[in-house]
């Protein structure tokens, strides 16, 4: 069996159990999700898209 799971959804599972459990402060986890969002609109956005999607291809094997 085969479960599809947005990176999102992974990565927001994480700062929910960091907020939850290991005492983060909401506000930091919006600041860095802010950081993020603004980050994302620079010239580094098309690297760490392709970083990301490297990574991601590592880990699950490639599906070419």
Known sequence: MTVSLPLVVVLGFFAWGAVKFLGVRTWI????????????????????????????????GSHD
Do not use: C, H, K
Not at 35 to 51: K, Y
Not at 53 to 58: F, T
């Open 29 to 60: 986890v919006v600041l860095i999700a802010l950081f993020g969002f603004w980050f994302s609109q620079t010239f580094m956005a098309p690297a760490i898209e392709s970083g990301t999607r490297s990574g991601v291809d590592v880990i699950n």
